[in-house]
């Protein structure tokens, strides 16, 4: 292919039009092939299995002042014609871009782009080919020693979604491509980048969107994952990055059918948010929420196929749409119904759900899975019945998956029984666990100064806080924050008596989303020689229960509680102290 001119392309660095309130369509600007020539060079090229393949680099247009080369593969039937296409967006931490044969090979023509770079700011840094662009990485770094995002303009999601859009670009000079079916997959932070393009280019038939959300921190205590970088930046800096990066804000502009596929149990794209995203868009949409699902589908996949199959129809009634279900309490069961409209023969209707005790985690826990059950048609419902359970003690959440006899699958909203408002992001306390028997007789010596509510009961040593964002709570309002090691640490006087066990326990977890560690420690005063018991434990970024116990050693009538956590430390909530015989 003949290298075509160069055609210099400035991007305008971002337009603020009022506080929060980006131009954002200014901020992603591309220009048309016409306007801007892609300059093509060939790396590469074979044919194998019926697929030419091409591997390419083209114009990206000038960014913030420097000029930029998208590295692509190009796939499609070597047999002419006109096809429908794929623009496949990888996820974070790409190494090595591959061709996808897998769209091609069912009649789509397939651009994969990078979107990674040199990515200079990894230990390892990536080896070319790449796509050659200069920007500071996704989100925010500690690179200087203390979390912080660099600045919109220069992060790597900026880049990435114009290179999307100028992807979709080139597909449409192509002749072999039908420009009124043109689609979009994006796995994980790929998914996360679709949602903002689908709602910049309304042109794009239908979208698979694997593991992503919108709406990034407005359920409070669902605000991490992926994302955990931003929430130990200043709040003004992540104001500042949501207002250009969340995508929420163009999703009032949708017009592409969608089908957002996710896990119950992924860890980086939380299932609250997941639900929010899918309530909230306004085109034809469908779910699947898969069980037990911790991002297991970012690589190929038939269901996409699918998906862009049954769009190109012109709507999306061969796909199962489910409605939401209800739920019904009776004195010996609980019945929860749904419908289901498919004009196919559906192949099996289930509910998905998990029961536990409070306090409530959807994702995985070793105790506690999703579970499933059949439901049965009655007339138009779809029925099944469960036992009861003791409401003040346990939660449920629940939804129904359908499937149909060509493999179209769909998921429904929840329901959430008793009522949680919280898993919604409406407003309402948090589901505590009720006190035990067990532990009203032997008496949680630290009363509510535990639940750290308010600063109270505890010496705050240093900068120690308690955190009443509504962030980092385990449950009700607040978390204790602890840092730096001994210079920002909590304490508190216990009583204790020679002789008798003793045990504190408690929820922690790593306000590093990469982990750290946590430091329980008891000096027990009167004790000779002096005694203490001390556990350093690893901790996640997500909450954990942590216990210290053992015996209170002779001549001892009080201890001293110290809980220190060194770097960036960690939130505590829910701590309890007992003495025992």
Request: glycine share 10%; with cysteine; aromatic share 12%.
């Amino acid at each position: 292919m003949k290298a075509e001119l160069i055609v210099t392309l400035l991007f305008p660095l971002f337009t603020v039009l009022t506080a929060g309130n980006p131009d954002l369509k200014q901020f992603y600007a591309v220009k048309t092939i016409k306007e801007l020539p892609p300059n093509v060079k060939i790396l590469s090229e074979k044919e194998e299995d019926g697929l030419r393949i091409t591997a390419l680099k083209f114009d990206g247009g000038t960014i913030n002042g420097k000029p930029t080369r998208i590295y692509a593969y190009y796939t499609r039937p070597v047999k002419p014609g006109v096809y429908p296409a794929v623009l496949n967006i990888h996820g974070a931490g790409l190494q090595v871009l591959n061709p996808d044969k897998n769209y091609p090979k069912h009649g789509f023509v397939c651009l994969s782009i990078d979107w990674a770079g040199p990515a200079k700011q990894r230990k390892v840094p990536r080896k070319p080919p790449y796509s050659e662009f200069e920007a500071n990485g996704n989100m925010a770094d500690k690179r200087t020693g203390q979390w912080k995002i660099s600045g919109v303009e220069q992060d790597g999601i900026r880049f990435g979604g114009i290179f999307a859009r100028r992807a979709l670009e080139f597909l449409r000079s192509k002749p072999e491509v039908d420009k009124k079916n043109i689609f979009t997959v994006g796995s994980s932070a790929g998914a996360h980048l679709s949602l903002i393009l689908i709602g910049l280019e309304p042109d794009i038939k239908a979208a698979v969107v694997k593991y992503g959300n919108a709406y990034i921190r407005d359920i409070r205590g669902f605000y991490g994952g992926y994302f955990g970088p931003l929430t130990l930046c200043p709040k003004k800096q992540q104001d500042e990055w949501l207002a250009y990066f969340d995508p929420k804000h163009v999703i009032k502009d949708y017009k592409t059918r969608v089908l957002i596929i996710s896990g119950t149990n992924d860890i980086f794209f939380w299932m609250p948010l997941v639900f929010k995203t899918y309530r909230e868009i306004p085109s034809e949409k469908r779910l699947l929420m898969r069980p037990n699902d911790n991002h297991q589908l970012v690589g190929s996949e038939q269901i996409s196929v699918k998906f862009f199959k049954e769009a190109m129809d012109g709507n999306l009634s061969g796909w199962p749409e489910l409605s939401v279900p209800k739920l019904k309490e009776q004195k010996d069961k609980i019945t929860i119904s749904t419908t289901v409209k498919s004009n196919k023969k559906l192949k099996k209707v289930e509910l998905l759900y998990k029961l536990m005790p409070l306090p409530f985690e959807y994702r995985a826990t070793k105790q506690y899975r999703w579970l499933s059950k059949p439901m049965h048609l009655s007339g138009s419902m779809w029925n099944v019945d469960l036992p009861v359970f003791d409401k003040a003690k346990m939660q449920m959440v629940a939804y129904v998956n359908a499937e149909d006899v060509d493999g179209g699958i769909a998921s429904s909203d929840t329901v959430e029984f008793p009522v949680w408002p919280r898993w919604r992001g409406l407003p309402g306390e948090d589901r505590k666990p009720p006190v035990s028997k067990e532990a009203a007789a032997t008496g949680n010596l630290l009363g509510v100064y535990g639940q750290f509510e308010k600063k109270a009961g505890f010496h705050f040593t240093g900068k120690a806080y308690v955190d009443t964002s509504g962030k980092f709570q385990r449950s009700g309002k607040g978390a204790a924050h602890v840092f730096d090691g001994d210079k920002n640490y909590i304490a508190k006087g216990i009583p204790g008596t020679a002789g008798k066990k003793f045990l504190l326990k408690g929820w922690f977890k790593s306000a590093d989303p990469a982990g750290g560690s946590a430091r329980l420690q008891i000096n027990w005063n009167g004790s000779k020689p002096f005694k203490y018991n001390l556990s350093t434990p690893k901790i996640s970024g997500d909450y954990q229960e942590l216990k210290l116990e053992g015996t209170i050693p002779p001549g001892s009538r009080s201890g001293l509680l110290i809980i220190t956590s060194p770097g960036k430390g960690m939130y505590i909530d829910d701590l309890e102290y007992y003495v025992t015989d």
